[in-house]
Structure formats: C-alpha cells, structure tokens
C-alpha cells in the first residue's frame, strides 16, 4: 500500500518543485497550514483578468504535500479561477468522497489518489489548492476596491 502512495513518480514531483520562492509584486498571496502534521504551502500570484499569469509558492509539506505542490506549479499559469476553484473542489471530492480524480493538464493529481485512505494526509496534499482559492479571492478583492492583498 504505501509503494502505491509513495510511487517513484509522486518522490520524483516532491523533488522537483516548480515556480518555488515569492512574487513581491503579486495581486494575491496565501497561506494555508496544517495543523495536523505541521506542513505550510504560501503561494503568491498575479492575474490578467481572470487568467494567473505570474505564480510562485513556498512549500514546507510532506512528500505528498509537496508532489500536489509540484503538480500546481507545473499547470496553474495560464489557468483561470474557475478552473482552479473547481480543481480544488474535484480534489476534495476525491479524497474525501470517493470521487474521479481531475483530468486533462491536472491528470497527474490522480496519482494522490491511493492517499484516499490516509486521512492524516489529506490536509497536506490539500493545502496548496486551498491557499490557490484563497490568493485568488484576495487578488480579486483587490482588483475591485484595494482590499490588503498579502498573507
């Protein structure tokens, strides 16, 4: 079972992080904490419109914190709001309720699927959409009335 979660291919995104580091000038940043395990994704991100175009996140998580981690940095430029919200809804949904697993660009977040059974984990792989949801809706508040845009 945990050859299944902890494939090579979920250790070889956890080592290979896109996007890391901060975005000073960013229209939105988050961050989202687990307290369970301790594991923190602050993300930062800008929009044209309702499309990220610029995108950079700080990942202190678990292996499989951080391969969800890695997954978003590989696909959410370009990606639009609705797009993202619903991505977190289709995590949450397979996790959770036994749901499908997203698909097209996002096909790789299926391979956090065998962590299902791993409650304590959920929150880890978790918390990177999360904090996305969150950025999203700062840089949108700011956009329409100058609303505090930072953490």
Request: glycine letters at 10%; a neutral charge; aromatic letters at 2%.
């Amino acid at each position: 079972m945990l050859n299944d979660i902890y494939s090579r291919r979920i250790l070889e995104l956890a080592a290979d992080i896109p996007l890391q580091g901060t975005l000073p000038d960013a229209h939105g940043s988050a961050k989202a904490h687990s307290k369970l395990c301790g594991s923190t994704v602050t993300v930062h991100l800008k929009l044209d419109g309702d499309v990220v175009s610029a995108f950079a996140h700080e990942v202190k998580a678990c292996a499989l914190g951080q391969a969800s981690s890695s997954i978003m940095g590989r696909h959410v430029v370009g990606s639009t709001a609705e797009e993202l919200r619903a991505l977190r809804e289709t995590m949450h949904r397979m996790l959770k309720a036994g749901g499908d697993p997203p698909s097209g660009k996002w096909a790789d977040l299926g391979l956090l699927e065998p962590a299902r059974n791993l409650k304590a984990r959920h929150a880890s792989i978790l918390l990177t959409f999360d904090a996305v949801v969150d950025a999203l809706a700062k840089a949108e508040a700011a956009e329409k009335g100058g609303a505090i845009t930072g953490i």
